[in-house]
């Protein structure tokens, strides 16, 4: 369950990146890719992603059953928050 867990924050940190960069094609397709894992490797369908104040919400549909995992807002946005303060990189 570990890798699956992890599988999701990788995709959730790079979608909120290609969300708030919608001009960075690399993030893109990153996104794209770690969608790809998911979708393909853990046969995951139905991703939904909400937030509130500290927390994302990833809901998904796995052998049949809706699951939902929380993460850190915070630890998912520090990835954004690192590029845009990289000054090759921020706006």
Known sequence: ??????????YLQIKVV?????????????SDFFYSILKEDYKLEGLEITKDDTMYHIKY???????TQFFDREAVEQLLSAIEAEPRYGR
């Open 1 to 10: 369950m570990k890798r699956l867990e992890n599988a999701l924050f990788d």
């Open 18 to 30: 290609s969300d708030a960069r919608p001009e960075d094609n690399a993030a893109k397709k990153t």
């Open 61 to 67: 549909i796995s052998d049949g059953k809706t699951k």
